[in-house]
């Protein structure tokens, strides 16, 4: 399975794919003839990362809600940024939605392209009513992104929370 947008391919990673991306990224890139360009897989990025490979393979079933999806420029196959789902749907029918990009790709729409589509996908799932973000309040960048996606802010406290 795979979205399409105009200048993306969205493709979610299986988990056997995400172990790769952990820890040895030129495998991966040859098994998806990719050129990975995005976030530095280190630091707490690793770690959040390596966390959802564990719920992948804890919930296999539901692997899509845990999984991360790369966002692969058509034009070269450069994956530019990635997104993820934190969890399941929880019990009000709302998942979570998280991403990010490389730092040469940012302020050139790829992640609204790509936070527009996988929302769609999300909402067109059984059970699901809504998508939340969550962002710090110095990030205007992100911030922009889930307004331009038709997301509205709900709360706000250490942290903004958005609701699509």
């Not at 719920?55 to 070269?76: G, L, N, P």
């Not at 969890?87 to 709302?94: H, N, Q, R, V």
């Amino acid at each position: 399975m795979k979205l399409e947008t105009k200048r993306l391919t969205i493709l979610p990673l299986t988990p056997a794919q995400l172990a790769l991306w952990t820890d040895r990224i030129p495998q991966l890139e040859k098994e998806l003839d990719c050129s990975y360009q995005a976030e530095p897989m280190e630091g707490i990025f690793k770690e959040i990362v390596s966390s959802q490979l564990l719920a992948c393979k804890k919930d296999s079933a539901h692997y899509m809600w845990y999984t991360f999806w790369f966002q692969i420029r058509k034009s070269d196959r450069t994956v530019v940024g990635s997104a993820s789902f934190k969890d399941i749907p929880d019990e009000k029918g709302e998942v979570e939605i998280g991403y990010g990009l490389g730092k040469a790709f940012e302020h050139n729409g790829y992640m609204t392209e790509a936070v527009k589509a996988l929302c769609r996908w999300a909402l067109g799932q059984n059970g699901v009513q809504h998508v939340t973000a969550k962002t710090d309040p110095e990030g205007s960048a992100s911030q922009n992104i889930l307004k331009t996606c038709g997301f509205t802010e709900y709360k706000r406290d250490e942290t903004i929370w958005w609701r699509l």
